[in-house]
Each structure stands twice: as C-alpha cells, then as structure tokens.
C-alpha cells in the first residue's frame, strides 16, 4: 500500500522540492499553498492540489477533509512556512511580531491539531517541519524567524514526548539558505 505525504505551504523552495523527491520514491502526494502553485505541483505529480493559507485553520481542515478522502490517510505531514517579517529587532511593529509568530509557529501548531487524532488512529505518523539552522545562533537580519522557530523547538519537543506513545514522530530539520 502506498503512503501519503502531505505538504502545507509547499508550492515552491524546499517544500516543493520534498514533495518532488517522495513522489519519486512512491509515496501519494498532497499539496496545500496560498499561490496556486502547490496545486499546479500536484497535479503534476498525479496528486491532490489545494490552494488556502496555512495562517488559516478553515483552509487547514478542508484540505485534510479532501486528502482523507481521496487517500484515506496521512502518513507524513511536511509543514513548510515561506518568509515572515524581517528587519531591526526594535523597530519591528507589534502586527508584524504577531505575523511572524503566525508564519513560523502557530502553522505548525495548527496543522498538529488537525492531524494528530488522524495520525492517533493510525497509530503512526511523521511530521517534519522546516525550520532554520539559525534556530539555536538567530540570524539578526531575521529576528522574527529566531524567536519564533526557537519557540517551534520548544514545541516540537513538547510534542515529540507527549505523542511518541502514538507511533507519531515530529522533527524540524535545519536548513541553511538556499537559492
């Protein structure tokens, strides 16, 4: 039986590639973007295309109603973020702290909700989340990105112990800047 990866905020960069390389091994392919091109990519590679925000719950929960019922599973979850707001770290507005929060953490959190009970049924599952190497030594020209993906550390750890029980695995991998 095949296995089902599924992709939020993957329609470009490093999530699009992911995608690209499962499909190759065989796995069913699901994308999720907000510009359309995680739904070209899909279609492409003969999966599900849906375009919707993961800063959006609703467009979460749809797109997981519409991978459950064409593949009746999610095997791998793969949480992509895009760019938040960079600049001085004192000159950062408030929305734009709150906006990076939402980029680089509360989409992990999000996603985690909807398909952990999915992934709980199964009794398996992986969830990869694409942070930053400068997680742990932040990056100054990035200081929504630190802060935040410091916090998704924090998190994914919290989550990793709470759900190993579950056969559920969650880890942030650490790239660094890529073209």
Do not use: C
């Amino acid at each position: 039986m095949k296995k089902t990866a599924v992709f939020i905020a993957s329609g470009s960069g490093m999530g699009a590639d992911a995608a690209k390389h499962l499909s190759l091994k065989g796995f069913d392919i699901a994308i999720m973007s907000s510009s359309g091109k995680g739904e070209r990519l899909a279609h492409e590679l003969g999966g599900l295309g849906f375009t919707g925000s993961n800063l959006i719950t609703n467009d979460i929960e749809n797109f997981f109603e519409k991978v459950l019922t064409k593949f009746n599973k999610v095997d791998v979850l793969v949480n992509s973020a895009g760019h938040g707001p960079k600049g001085d770290i004192l000159e950062i507005s408030d929305k734009d702290w709150i906006k990076g929060m939402e980029v680089y953490l509360l989409n992990v959190i999000r996603s985690s909700r909807i398909v952990t009970p999915i992934m709980q049924k199964q009794k398996n599952g992986a969830i990869i989340n694409i942070s930053t190497f400068a997680t742990f030594e932040p990056e100054r020209f990035f200081p929504t990105s630190g802060v935040f993906r410091s916090g998704l550390a924090s998190f994914t750890k919290l989550y990793a112990d709470k759900y190993a029980k579950y056969n559920i695995r969650m880890n942030n991998i650490l790239p660094g800047f890529i073209n």
